[in-house]
């Protein structure tokens, strides 16, 4: 007669619960199908009577396309990433970076660089806020608890814009030079790859992501021609 430990099935228990979950690796690759405006139109915004002008105002830097980009991938209730302290500069009458992709709860910090007063604000609903007029070398926090786009302006100089992507999606990231993302640990199953630009907007395609392997998805982004 054969004799079964009574040990063997917690054992069969703990490598069951230590053995990893089915999951590959997914490539996005972003296809832009038109030239985007070469000259950046931010929504108009009042100014206040007194206030200096814009220092570099009227001088936009070159365009990349790419780094007005980010990738989400939108499927399972999985947890988000942890949540993250990041800076966004007003330098030169910009905000530096004019976009950044953060997990839910993160936080971040608009110091002041000009020898002018700036004033960061948001009315998206997402998240409104309005952080004051403050100078040079003063500093102002936001903390982010919602998903969502945070469209954010100067109440002082109507160019400054920047855009704050706010996600409960532990994928997400931002493009490299080949226009592509690579998203690491996807459990098996059907998710949306989402990319929003800066100034075309939110962009989907389906994905099914296999049990193990890669996968690849493209997404075409349709963006305006620049009008003569």
């Known amino acids: 007669m054969r004799v079964v430990s009574k ?25 832009f199908t038109k ?6 139109v931010a929504p108009l915004v009042y100014g206040l009577r007194g206030t200096a002008p814009a220092a570099h105002e ?20 999985a947890a988000p990433a942890p949540p993250q302290t990041i800076t966004i500069e007003q330098r030169n009458s910009r905000f530096e970076p004019d976009l950044a992709i953060v997990p839910v709860g993160s ?27 403050y100078p040079k070398s003063k500093s102002k926090s936001e903390k982010f ?3 969502g786009v945070v469209q954010v302006y100067c109440h002082i100089h109507a ?19 080949g226009g592509t993302v690579l998203l690491k640990g996807v459990p098996a199953g059907h998710y949306k790859a989402e990319a929003w630009h800066k100034i075309a ?8 992501v296999p049990a193990v392997g890669m996968t690849q998805v493209h997404i075409h982004v349709p963006l305006t021609e620049e009008r003569k």
């Not at 936080?107 to 007029?133: E, K, Q, R, Y």
């Not at 907007?201 to 099914?208: S, T």
């Open 7 to 31: 040990f063997a099935v917690p054992t069969l228990t703990v490598l069951l619960a230590v053995w990893p979950a089915a999951a590959g690796d997914v490539t996005v690759y972003l296809h």
């Open 35 to 40: 030239q985007l405006t070469k000259k950046a």
């Open 58 to 77: 009227g001088i936009e830097p070159p365009i990349n396309e790419l780094d007005r980009t980010v990738v989400m991938l939108v499927g399972k209730n």
């Open 107 to 133: 936080t971040v910090d608009f110091p002041n660089f000009d020898a002018i007063f700036h004033n960061v604000f948001s009315l998206s609903s997402a998240h409104p806020f309005d952080l004051g007029f």
């Open 145 to 147: 608890d919602r998903a």
């Open 159 to 177: 160019n400054m814009y920047a855009a704050i992507v706010v996600t409960d999606s532990p994928w997400y990231g931002r493009p490299g030079e």
């Open 201 to 208: 907007g939110l962009y989907k395609a389906d994905v099914d």
